[in-house]
């Protein structure tokens, strides 16, 4: 038996099936915050096609994993000198 969940999300009006070890509810999470992401640049920058909104929603968001890495590693050091 397979411990796989397998779910059809939407994102910026295109079909998706996603499986994988996480929870469908986690999956479903992350596929509505792409969507909300995508959504909001497009709102904002209505002459771009669905391709760079795409490509540019996955660099704001890769902006906010690497900003937030940088304040968790911070946390750390913190920490780690208490």
Do not use: W
Not at 3 to 26: C, R
Not at 52 to 67: C, G, H, P, R, S
């Amino acid at each position: 038996m397979s411990d796989k969940n397998k779910i059809t999300i939407e994102i910026f009006g295109q079909h998706y099936t996603l499986k994988g070890s996480a929870s469908s509810n986690h999956m479903r999470l992350v596929a509505g915050y792409v969507d909300d992401k995508m959504n909001q640049l497009a709102e904002a920058n209505p002459r771009l096609d669905a391709k760079k909104v795409a490509v540019l929603t996955a660099v704001n968001i890769t902006d906010e994993y690497f900003k937030l890495k940088e304040e968790y590693e911070e946390l750390l050091r913190i920490i780690e000198k208490q």
